[in-house]
């Protein structure tokens, strides 16, 4: 609005014109838009419009009485009132409503006793068309025009079908509005949210909305739909469940080795007293890496959680004082920025928390007792509530599926549709897990015997900067209309940004009466937003521990044994699960007595850090 309304202040008091025109005294006044003249209204819709009575080498007219008046079939519009008084500046506003049915009509706007022309805008009313849109994300490769895509997902794993509702003819996402995602009824996989065959979500302010599919064995292809629940074409995705069996051997195994899953291993003795571990495993884990984070990290997180609570009037201010600084705000701070603080501070609670899922291959050692291992980790999970909407269900110990976010790592093996950035697809985080020594042992003074496994030492290299970032972008994505970080915080040539620059601009500009020019004012508050984000960016990529190594040991529970003699070589001892499917909760509620159990830090942070995860047997049909 700050622009339509400067050009008018321009036309009225800057730009010259015919001096004596119109008035005793020579000066002539001038009526202009200080908002759209047209209009594109939904029924129902409320709408403010603006006008700036002014008059040349004067300024703006206080206290000047205007007219509005409906030209056209009535019934199209309404109006608040038909009379209104100018402001300080020079400037009335009126407010109008949408009829209930499309058509269109025109707002004429007068001065009288002022010799100004009239000022017409043009409101046309029209059905809300709605629009969904496939959003790229990890696993997701949308096709042109975004109503189809091509999602893949490792059997066992989970990835979000992901929308975006927009309104057809302007473009404005629609927040608020239910979607329902579907699978066919034969699929194997089902939703997180249900469990069965059917989820449904709401929209948040971004107009996206989600739903987490979670694979089960692999199973032919099959499609997924989503639609809005009051109407709207349906977007389709075209889903494929990647197995993690390798093919058989394609060569003959020498001497002293065998075949397993299609890798030459060596062929050691069984104990049959052991549960069989080995073969390839869906691993889950979690670290509380809250007490390791450098300090400059948690100063930034306590700087965004006090900014938080500053708008949100928190801070225990008086009442008159919040409310002055509320009105102040609100004039130049879009309820985007709002939203932005609220996932940066969201996102200082999360990432208390580090989460990553992959896969591990165990394989025999030097004997039945110590298989080797190796894993990768494909993904990186964090998790933001306000994706859930009002659908918070379930242990409040553990986040629900539906406010699941998921960086991608760089051994994920997904097509090139990640996040983006101004049109470039944001790098992957790299993770490079080094290879560990396990042991079968039997738990001590438990009778009959229980057995686990227990790692001693372990290595995992984790780009946790690029994983920060990564995951304040991918909540931008979701909750305003940028991308990412950069995007928000470019303000440069009148572009939309977290902060109204022109309206801070003009706001000087009145203040000083012209000293101070609105355009200058609006470049160098486009120039320090940049420069803020640019420093934000720099501040959270260059986060680092003295090294990226996490450096941790533990154990986990051997359980499942005997349930499954296909998946291993060691027939009815066979084990399926590692931990327990509690392991996330427990690390809050019990962490002197969880199963599952990690203990390490980060290379040079302090030293005790807990976790704990979880592993499941990979299946295969």
């Avoid at 800057?14 to 908002?35: I, M």
């Avoid at 960016?537 to 996490?550: C, D, G, R, W």
Wanted: some cysteine; hydrophobic content about 45%; proline content about 7%.
């Amino acid at each position: 609005m700050a622009r339509p309304f400067a050009a008018a202040l321009c036309l009225a008091a800057a730009c010259g014109g015919d001096p004596g025109a119109g008035q005793p005294g020579g000066a002539a006044y001038r009526l202009a838009a200080a908002s759209d003249k047209d209009l594109v209204l939904h029924p129902g819709e409320r709408r403010t419009v603006r006008v700036v009575l002014a008059r040349d080498q004067v300024g703006g007219i206080a206290g000047a009485p205007l007219h509005f008046e409906i030209a056209g079939e009535p019934g199209i519009f309404s109006l608040g009132a038909q009379d209104a008084t100018t402001g300080e500046g020079g400037v009335a506003s009126v407010a109008l409503t949408a009829g209930p049915r499309a058509a269109s009509a025109e707002l004429i706007a007068s001065a009288p006793g002022f010799d100004a022309p009239e000022v017409t805008f043009t409101v046309e009313v029209v059905p809300i068309r709605k629009l969904l849109e496939v959003v790229a994300g990890p696993g997701t490769l949308v096709d042109q025009g975004g109503q189809t895509a091509s999602v893949t997902v490792s059997e066992s794993g989970s990835t979000p079908l992901r929308v975006r509702e927009i309104d057809f003819d302007t473009g404005a996402p629609i927040a608020g509005d239910t979607i329902f995602f579907s699978i066919p009824a034969g699929a194997g996989s089902t939703f997180a949210s249900s469990g069965g065959k059917s989820a449904r979500a709401t929209t948040n302010a971004a107009g996206e909305a989600q739903a987490f599919l979670v694979a089960g064995a692999v199973e032919p292809g099959f499609e997924a739909s989503a639609f809005s629940a009051t109407g709207s074409e349906a977007v389709y995705f075209a889903v494929t469940v990647l197995g993690d069996r390798t093919p058989p051997c394609t060569v003959e195994c020498p001497t002293g080795s065998v075949c397993a899953d299609g890798v030459c291993e060596p062929s050691v003795p069984r104990d049959p007293a052991l549960p069989d571990v080995t073969g390839v495993w869906h691993t889950k884990h979690v670290f509380a890496i809250r007490d390791s984070l450098p300090g400059g990290l948690q100063e930034t997180f306590k700087g965004i959680r006090a900014l938080d609570q500053f708008l949100s009037g928190r801070l225990g201010l008086p009442v008159w004082l919040q409310a002055l600084i509320d009105a102040l705000l609100g004039q130049f701070l879009p309820g985007w920025f709002y939203a932005v603080v609220r996932v940066g501070d969201d996102l200082g609670t999360l990432l208390s928390f580090l989460r990553a899922e992959g896969r591990m291959r165990l394989s025999p050692g030097v004997d039945a007792a110590h298989p080797s291992a190796t894993e990768v980790w494909t993904s990186l999970v964090f998790y933001w509530l306000p994706l859930c909407g009002e659908d918070i269900e379930g242990d409040v110990q553990v986040p629900p599926e539906c406010a699941r976010l998921d960086v991608a790592t760089t051994a994920a093996g997904y097509p090139p549709a990640g996040p983006r950035c101004r049109g470039e697809v944001l790098p992957a985080v790299a993770v490079r897990a080094a290879p560990f020594a396990a042991a079968v042992e039997a738990v001590p003074g438990s009778a009959p015997a229980r057995w686990q496994l227990a790692v001693a030492q372990r290595q995992v290299d984790v780009e946790v900067a690029r994983a920060v970032v990564t995951a304040i972008d991918a909540a931008l994505s979701l909750s305003t209309p940028w991308q990412c970080i950069a995007e928000a915080t470019d303000c440069r040539g009148g572009q939309e940004c977290i902060v109204d620059c022109g309206g801070i601009g003009q706001w000087v500009s009145e203040l000083t009466r012209g000293i101070l020019p609105a355009g200058p004012v609006e470049d160098a508050c486009a120039g320090a937003v940049g420069l803020a984000g640019q420093a934000v960016t720099e501040l959270l990529a260059s986060v680092k521990f003295q090294t990226n190594l996490l450096v941790f040991g533990g154990r986990a529970t051997i359980g499942g044994i005997g349930e499954d003699d296909t998946v291993c070589r060691g027939g009815a001892r066979c084990a399926s699960q590692l931990g327990n499917d509690g392991f996330d909760g427990d690390l809050r509620r019990r962490p002197a007595s969880r199963d599952g159990a990690w203990t390490g830090a980060f290379f040079g942070g302090p030293g005790d850090m807990p976790g704990s995860w979880e592993a499941k047997r990979a299946r295969f049909q």
